[in-house]
Structure formats: structure tokens, C-alpha cells
């Protein structure tokens, strides 16, 4: 009886320490550029590798995820290619909720880029299952996050009976990083929304303080070339002004009209 709760204690150690483990992804590089259509069918897909096996962090937290979720990345010199597999044994109860961009409704997923590894700063990229893009910027681990970050990227979304899936196409140019770095902190999570379940690809120990620094290792990014950008935002405002009008003088005739043109860069 001795040696068998022995065992079993040396089971539980053995799978708290499997749980607790910092992931890694070996990124592959691509010079085929798969079509942005959420269908994940491209040549790329099928010969870069998927990892999965989540882990809750709510609402039961240490446990695996109740549906099963896989992930796959590739890059070029330009982009990142993401594909993710949302499994789901109901797909007709997957919460497809329209909503404005960072709503967050519904069912959804999202992939993190701690591109500077510094344990401290990530860049997400998520979308629902109706399509809806999310974005912003973690800082100082996780304490602070910037919705107004709306960077340029890709992403579709197909609901199909095995759950659904989202594919990103996320230009190097939205992102900050060191160039010389071969490796990047990264997550993956997913939110259910009917089931209140979120989960993650590494596990967030919500009993630890921060964010950024309990996710997994990207590596074999290489020497990928800083790109520098330039944005322009041209704008056009026009207005009417109606007043009581002064006799005699041609400048106060009772309504001015407003014009304004403008450049953001």
C-alpha cells in the first residue's frame, strides 16, 4: 500500500512538472504564401507543424481543455502565416456574435508575440468566430493593455463540422523586435463562450502574478530584417455654420460653410 502512494505521488509530481513546463515552437520558414481564406488547406499547412494539448486556466485551472485546439506558423521575409484548428464536438453551439473590432464577443482565439522576449511586452493578434479582429499591446507583464493599437493585418474565419478555424497573414512591419533574436516568447489561447472556458498553449497559472512571463518560446526565427514603415491617413471635414446675418456686411451673411482637407502621417 506504501509503494503504491508512493507511485502515485511521483505521478503527480511528474504531471504538475509536465503542465508547468515552458513550451517551444520551431517555426518554419516558407516560400509558398498560403491563400488567407480560413480553410488551412495549402501544401504549407500540411508539411509545417501543429502543436496543441491546452490547458484551462478558467474555470478549472491545471486542467486540459474540454475541446481540443491546434495551431501551426510559417513566415516568409514579409509576414507570419498563422492556422488554427478550434475543434468543437457541438460546432452548431460555436457563438458566432457580430461585434465592433476588440469587442471580444463570442467564441475566440488569439496568438501572442513577445517579439523583444523580455518577458515584459506582447503584441496580440485575435479574432471570433464571426470574424472580428482583436488587437493591442500587453506592458509591464501583463499589468497594462492598449486597445487603441490597431495594426494592419489579415485574417478569415470558416465554420465547419469540426468546429472552425482562423488564418492570419501578420506583416513583420506591425511588429517591433530585435533582429539579431532567434527566439520570441508565444501564446495561444482560446475563449468558449458557452462554456465560459478559456485555455491557453502554455499554461497561465492565474495563482502567479503575470502574464507575459508564464508563456512558451518561438524559436528558429533567424535574421529577420527590421522593416521600417511610413502610414499616411488622408481626411476630409466639412461643416455649416448658421447665424443671425448682419446687414451690410458680406462677411456675416447668416451661414458659412467649412471645408478642411488634411494629412496624417
Known amino acids: 500500500m506504501k509503494k503504491l502512494n ?4 511521483i505521478l503527480l509530481i511528474f504531471t504538475f512538472r509536465i503542465s508547468a513546463e515552458e513550451k517551444t515552437y520551431k517555426i518554419t520558414k516558407t ?13 504549407i499547412w500540411k508539411e509545417s507543424e501543429w502543436q496543441g494539448n491546452f490547458t484551462q486556466f478558467e474555470p478549472n485551472s491545471g486542467e486540459l481543455a474540454s475541446q481540443k485546439t491546434t495551431f501551426s506558423i510559417v513566415f516568409d521575409e514579409e509576414n507570419i502565416y498563422v492556422a488554427i484548428r478550434c475543434y468543437d464536438n457541438q460546432p452548431e453551439l460555436i457563438n458566432k456574435q457580430m461585434s465592433r473590432r476588440d469587442g471580444q464577443e463570442g467564441d475566440l482565439v488569439f496568438i501572442g508575440f513577445d517579439s523583444y522576449f523580455d518577458k515584459r511586452t506582447m503584441f496580440i493578434f485575435g479574432v471570433s468566430a464571426a470574424g472580428v479582429k482583436n488587437d493591442f499591446v500587453i506592458s509591464n507583464d501583463g499589468d497594462n493593455s492598449d ?5 494592419i493585418w489579415d485574417v478569415k474565419t470558416k465554420i465547419d463540422s469540426f468546429g472552425w478555424t482562423a488564418e492570419m497573414r501578420i506583416p513583420f512591419n506591425q511588429l517591433r523586435y530585435n533582429k539579431d ?7 495561444v489561447s482560446r ?3 458557452r462554456l465560459k472556458e478559456q485555455s491557453s498553449w502554455n499554461y497561465i497559472d492565474m495563482k502567479k502574478s503575470g502574464f507575459v512571463s508564464q508563456c512558451g518560446v518561438l524559436t528558429g526565427m533567424g535574421h529577420v530584417k527590421t522593416k521600417r514603415y511610413f502610414e499616411i491617413s488622408p481626411y476630409f471635414m466639412t461643416g455649416y455654420h448658421r447665424y443671425e446675418p448682419e446687414e451690410g456686411n458680406p462677411f456675416a451673411t447668416g451661414k458659412d460653410f467649412i471645408y478642411n482637407v488634411g494629412l496624417d502621417g
Open 147 to 151: 486597445y487603441t493599437w490597431d495594426p
Open 6 to 9: 508512493f507511485l502515485l505521488l
Open 181 to 187: 533574436a532567434n527566439e520570441w516568447g508565444l501564446n
Open 31 to 43: 516560400s509558398e504564401k498560403p491563400r488567407i481564406d480560413g480553410l488551412i488547406n495549402d501544401e
Open 191 to 193: 475563449f468558449i463562450y
